[in-house]
């Protein structure tokens, strides 16, 4: 009796631990699984190819409608305008941004009002752009007393899944008769 209670409670345990070490199914979570995406999904267990990486959605050619400031450019010893701009005017409705390397793009601006020029800039795997520093363009006012102007460029912005945009630029304007400072905000649409 005693060798039929022992076996019974070795069938009985023996039993429980097999079924209670069976396995669950592992469950598979479809997503972007590349933590340098702009769609990571940390609870992905499987790579679907969904994955968006900012430098590649970037790229291409972006419409684009700025909102800037004005400047006037003054005469300073007569007090006497000789020179008012609408900055949003020298933006042309399109612009390009070019892959440079992983991590570094160019936007590239040619507008009939006389912008043409490459801005480099760094952008992050979340898609915050950075314009490098020390960019600048010149521009021809056509005004004798003004003539070209320099116009020193900076900001930055961010690109986003639903290729749209933004990017908030400081511009410098300097004349010989002094310097004039704006800023554009810039929204970017594919």
Known sequence: MEYFKNFLFFVIAF????????????VIIEGCTDANAM??????TSNNGSCIFAYDLAQGIWSIAPNCGSIEITDPFIGMSLYTLNVSDLFPQTAEIIG??????????????GIDQSFTADITNDGVITLQQGQSFNY??????VGDVTVNVSGGGNVNISNTGLMNLDLEFVTL???ENTSCQIDFFK
């Open 15 to 26: 039993s429980l631990l097999f079924t209670s070490c069976k396995k669950e199914e592992e």
């Open 39 to 44: 769609n990571y999904m940390q609870a992905a």
């Open 100 to 113: 440079q390397s992983q991590g570094i793009i160019a936007l590239k601006i040619d507008s009939d009002a």
């Open 140 to 145: 021809d006012t056509g005004i004798p007393l």
């Open 177 to 179: 008769l002094g310097t």
